[in-house]
């Protein structure tokens, strides 16, 4: 189940943020919602909802910069 952009928000911080096991459990949870193959689903709640600022990079972290191209 994906998280909510709350989660989300407060998942990233806490990868940036956070030290030792929080930033692990952080980058863990981050890890598994990336894998999720309905995770680009959510692109545009993220961007438009999201409140931390690199919660809004996220995506083009790991869609890439053009999440438009066509193949």
């Not at 998280?3 to 998942?11: A, G, N, V």
């Not at 990336?34 to 995770?39: H, I, L, M, R, V």
Request: proline letters at 7%; one cysteine or more; hydrophobic letters at 30%.
């Amino acid at each position: 189940m994906a998280p909510t952009i709350p989660e989300l928000d407060l998942m990233v911080q806490s990868f940036y943020e956070g030290r030792g096991e929080q930033q692990k459990a952080a980058q863990t949870a981050l890890n598994q919602f990336k894998e999720d193959p309905d995770a680009w689903l959510l692109v545009d709640s993220i961007l438009s909802e999201s409140k931390h600022p690199q919660t809004k990079c996220t995506p083009r972290y790991w869609y890439g910069n053009d999440m438009t191209a066509e193949d």
